[in-house]
């Protein structure tokens, strides 16, 4: 469980090798600027951007085209703002499914910030564009770089910048003055209240307000739901500091279902798309301790539907993550998007559902780290592109098998996904 601190650091410059101007002709488009759509248009992509969209444009010489012959739909790429995902492999993976834009919520290794990450951005990996966050902790509990007092906390905001972090995160064992100098986990000392006043940005799990706002200071956490009654309240708070909340309701989800069924987790084991889950995940999803719980979560997810519900509704800007692969049964990719059926079975609307991957997640790095927008479908944005079959506000499902992908300008046709897949298999169970 965590929270994040927003971290200045100025934007790497991107690379725009294989980023091949690009005409999508007789497309219709969900911009996600707002709930519309646009018919029969043509997109225009140049330098990694687009450059235009209309209904009277034609494309210009040189430009590969794409055609929509009327009837494909153009939308946002989409974002896992909560991964541990740190692999070229896992990175293949998200792309295959649609994921351009990943934040990486692990206390990301220096593998994955000094090679994995400019190797995508010069076009030598295939992989969404990774924001990537440095865990630390007042304890060695979660491997998380060890800060004691408040003069290592400023250091430490120098050491993320110039090793290349774009977040802090803040994890649960910070003594409340050490969290005052860095400003996160719930950081269980100081509350809720206390942190998003002092500065942090994001609540990294819905659940988290559980016990940072719900149960009272001290009090032990139980399997009884809290009185609905308060959620307007955790609304407000959210609206006054103008914090994102990771909506991951596929997480609490999946570790409730699991908790004392073992045949659960065997079941995860052994579904279809474990076969792109690397060994090393496998088998920390079977050693994993949920299965010989005992607790029983059913009426807390329900609250927490509710409480994402009343969050959309109420303006809090709800962001689409969902901890894959730490948690078993959440394959990268895949659980992206049986998060956002679990927003729409929560009665989040499609566009409020697919804001959360999408529009949400750009204006939240927009605000807290700058750089070239995306999440929208608009002019000046970064080329992070859907093309599918049917509208997706008619249904989320067309997302789960996209026609093609563009990320960051560079365009992967439906051909170039499956191989993408193919490699990812490969290399985890070479036949």
């Given at each position: 469980m965590a929270m994040l601190a927003a971290l200045a650091l100025a934007s790497a410059a991107w690379a725009q090798s294989g980023a091949q101007s690009t005409a999508f002709v007789h497309v219709n488009v969900a911009p996600m600027d707002s709930e519309?759509?646009?018919?029969?248009?043509?997109?225009?992509?140049?330098?990694?951007?687009?450059?235009?969209?209309?209904?009277?444009?034609?494309?210009?010489?040189?430009?590969?085209?794409?055609?929509?012959?009327?009837?494909?739909?153009?939308?946002?790429?989409?974002a896992d703002m909560h991964t541990h995902s740190e692999t070229r492999d896992d990175l293949a993976l998200y792309l295959s499914k649609g994921v351009t834009t990943l934040l990486n919520m692990g206390g990301a290794r220096p593998n994955l910030v000094d090679s994995i990450v400019p190797a995508v951005a010069r076009g030598a990996l295939p992989g969404p564009h990774v924001y990537a966050s440095l865990m630390v902790d007042g304890t060695p509990d979660y491997n998380g770089l060890q800060v004691k007092t408040p003069a290592q906390a400023r250091a430490v905001v120098d050491l993320a910048a110039?090793?290349?972090?774009?977040?802090?995160?803040?994890?649960?064992?910070?003594?409340?003055?050490?969290?005052?100098?860095?400003?996160?986990?719930?950081?269980?000392?100081?509350?809720?209240?206390r942190q998003l006043a002092q500065g942090q940005v994001m609540v990294a799990h819905l659940e988290e307000l559980?016990?940072?706002?719900?149960?009272?200071?001290?009090?032990?956490?139980?399997?009884?739901?809290?009185?609905?009654?308060?959620?307007?309240?955790?609304?407000?708070?959210?609206?006054?500091?103008?914090?994102?909340?990771?909506?991951?309701?596929?997480t609490y989800h999946a570790i409730a279902s699991q908790i004392g069924h073992p045949e659960v987790v065997r079941a995860f084991l052994t579904a279809?798309?474990?076969?792109?889950?690397?060994?090393?995940?496998?088998?920390?999803?079977?050693?994993?301790?949920?299965?010989?719980?005992?607790?029983?979560?059913?009426?807390?997810?329900?609250?927490?539907?509710?409480?994402?519900?009343?969050?959309?509704?109420?303006?809090?800007?709800?962001?689409c993550g969902t901890d894959a692969?730490?948690?078993?049964?959440?394959v990268p990719g895949y659980s992206l998007h049986d998060n956002l059926a679990e927003l729409e079975g929560s009665h989040?609307?499609?566009?409020?559902?697919?804001?959360?991957?999408?529009?949400?997640?750009?204006?939240?790095?927009?605000?807290?780290?700058?750089g070239v927008r995306f999440g929208q479908v608009v002019a000046g944005y970064r080329a992070d592109l859907l093309l599918t079959e049917h509208n997706p506000l008619d249904g989320l499902s067309t997302l789960r098998a996209p026609l093609g992908v563009m990320a960051e300008g560079?365009?992967?046709?439906?051909?170039?996904?499956?191989?993408?897949?193919?490699?990812?298999?490969?290399?985890y169970r070479p036949d």
């Open positions: 519309h759509v646009l018919r029969d248009q043509t997109v225009l992509v140049k330098d990694g951007r687009i450059e235009a969209i209309g209904a009277a444009l034609a494309a210009p010489a040189g430009y590969r085209v794409v055609d929509g012959h009327g009837t494909a739909w153009v939308s946002p790429g989409l110039a090793n290349g972090y774009d977040y802090i995160k803040v994890y649960t064992g910070l003594a409340p003055e050490v969290f005052s100098a860095l400003v996160g986990h719930g950081v269980t000392a100081v509350r809720l209240e559980f016990y940072t706002f719900f149960t009272p200071p001290g009090a032990q956490e139980t399997d009884v739901p809290p009185d609905e009654a308060r959620i307007p309240e955790a609304v407000a708070l959210a609206r006054r500091h103008g914090a994102a909340v990771i909506a991951d309701v596929v279809p798309e474990t076969a792109y889950l690397s060994p090393s995940d496998m088998q920390a999803w079977r050693r994993s301790g949920y299965a010989g719980k005992s607790a029983r979560l059913e009426a807390k997810l329900a609250f927490l539907r509710k409480l994402a519900k009343a969050m959309a509704d109420g303006g809090v800007e709800l962001l692969p730490s948690i078993p049964g959440l989040l609307s499609r566009y409020q559902a697919l804001a959360t991957a999408a529009s949400a997640p750009g204006a939240f790095i927009a605000r807290t780290k700058g560079r365009w992967y046709d439906r051909p170039a996904l499956a191989a993408l897949l193919a490699g990812v298999r490969a290399s």
